[in-house]
Every structure is written in structure tokens, then in C-alpha cells.
């Protein structure tokens, strides 16, 4: 095989792996990860870590800032068979509740109003460090640069 061919097959195949990898990976302005709150993209929650804590701002559909008014939402990690309840508290930029472990997922429920059906938003807290990027998976800068192309 010519250098040139094997450069190219690489090239595939690490590119593969990198959309398998970064799936949906979305961030926010202040670094966070995104999590959609709506059905239509006008509401997004913003996750960062700090303390062992996660905060989860609420922003509009241009990644402004919300307050936070009769807005709900709820928490649980662990598996199927055994879910656990994870306490949402709220401070002045958003909710905050207890970290989930490293390669657990958080599943999110959020009510934009009490009458309003709830939006499911989960991620996997991959802390694992991106070789490409140098970051944790679970805020990965590489998907804005792969979404480009
Ligand atoms: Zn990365």
C-alpha cells in the first residue's frame, strides 16, 4: 500500500472513531456542557462542575442567561434496577444538586412551567481526558471542529 493510501485509511478511521466518541457533545459560554430543555431548542441548560457539584444554568436560545422562576426540575443517576434520587437545590444562577460519579449518567427532568410536560436531558459524566483536545469527555471541545467539515 502506498504511504499516501495508508495515511488516508488512518485518517478515516480516526475520524470514525472521533464522531462515535463526541457524539452530541454541545458547549456552553461558560464552558459547560448543554443539555436541550425544550423540543425546539429556544431552552438549554448549562451543567458545570465545581465543588463536586454540578450547577446547571438555564439559557434562552441565543445561550443568554435565564432566571430561574417556577421552572422544576429533578435528578436521578444509578441504573435501571436501582435509580437514585439525586436533592436539587437552587442558588442565584440556577439549580445545583450533588456530582454524579465518574461514568455514571444523569438523567434530568425539567418543566418549564408546572403544566408543562417534561423534557428529558441525560449525559454520561465521562471524565475520562479527550486525547485530542486534552479535556474531560464529557465537556470535549473537539465536535465544534468535526461539525464544521
Ligand atoms: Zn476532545
Not at 11 to 16: H, P, T, V
Not at 42 to 51: C, Q
Not at 77 to 83: F, I, K, L
Amino acid at each position: 500500500m502506498k504511504p499516501t493510501n495508508r495515511l488516508h485509511l488512518l485518517c478515516l478511521s480516526l475520524l470514525a472513531s472521533l464522531s462515535f466518541a463526541h457524539e452530541g457533545v454541545e458547549l456552553g459560554p461558560n464552558g459547560g456542557r448543554i443539555l436541550e430543555f425544550s423540543k425546539n431548542e429556544t431552552l438549554h441548560g448549562e451543567l458545570t462542575v465545581k465543588d463536586d457539584r454540578f450547577h446547571i444554568a438555564l439559557l434562552d436560545k441565543d445561550m443568554k442567561p435565564l432566571a430561574l422562576a417556577e421552572q422544576k426540575l429533578t435528578a436521578t443517576t444509578g441504573d435501571r434496577e436501582a435509580p437514585r434520587k439525586l436533592e436539587v437545590g437552587r442558588d442565584a444562577r440556577g439549580f445545583v444538586l450533588p456530582s454524579v460519579k465518574p461514568g455514571e449518567w444523569l438523567i434530568l427532568q425539567f418543566r418549564n412551567s408546572p403544566d408543562e410536560k417534561a423534557v428529558t436531558a441525560r449525559f454520561e459524566y465521562n471524565t475520562a481526558t479527550c486525547e485530542e483536545c486534552q479535556s474531560p469527555e464529557w465537556i470535549c471541545k473537539c465536535r465544534p471542529e468535526a461539525a464544521k467539515k
